[in-house]
């Protein structure tokens, strides 16, 4: 019963059963938590961290309690109703790098064709080109945010996507 019930909802993250007082079964069900949600043509699906689609077949959609990543793209990232597997690994790495800079507040994460930005909650841009060596441009954003921590207020783009430089557009 609890894969069929797994297998015709993916949202269900475990299942216990017990029995308090015969002939009565209790059922404890837990869903998947939102980890992601991804909005490609004005259309919001909310993702567990493992891929799974968690607002199946509803219509509307609320951004729910938990700190959540937005993710706003012009591409598909989606195939069968979960995250393609290559899109996957790339948002669990910059959710895993970004954990790592304290100052840099996600406001929103843009993909596109061959782009990726991520926007901090002041407007900052950083922009990381493709999803390739993501983990070391974020370890190479991490130091130059802390090097430059003072002026972030002053910036506007950081691109680094580059493995040997980094350009800075200042806020005019």
């Known amino acids: 019963m609890k894969k069929e019930l797994k297998r015709k909802y993916p949202m269900i993250e475990s299942i216990s059963l017990s029995f308090s007082s015969f002939p009565k079964i209790n059922v404890e069900i837990e869903a998947k938590k939102p980890w992601v949600m991804i909005i490609n043509e004005n259309t919001p699906l909310v993702f567990s ?40 690994s790339t948002l669990h790495t910059i959710s895993e790098g970004l954990l790592n800079l304290p100052l840099f507040k996600l406001q929103q994460i843009l993909f596109s064709q061959d782009n990726i930005q991520v926007v901090e909650s002041n407007g900052l841009i950083v922009n990381l080109g493709n999803s390739s060596d993501i983990q070391d441009k974020l370890v190479k954003l991490k130091y130059f945010l802390g090097k430059y921590r003072h002026n972030l207020d002053k910036m506007q783009l950081i691109d680094i996507q580059f493995s040997k430089r980094v350009i800075i557009k200042s806020k005019q």
Do not use: F, R
Request: aromatic content about 0%; cysteine-free.
């Open 49 to 88: 961290d493992d891929g799974v689609l968690l607002n199946k077949n509803l219509v509307d959609v609320e951004l729910p309690n938990e700190k959540i990543m937005i993710v706003n793209s012009s591409v598909e990232l989606i195939e069968h109703g979960k995250i393609k597997q290559g899109v996957l």
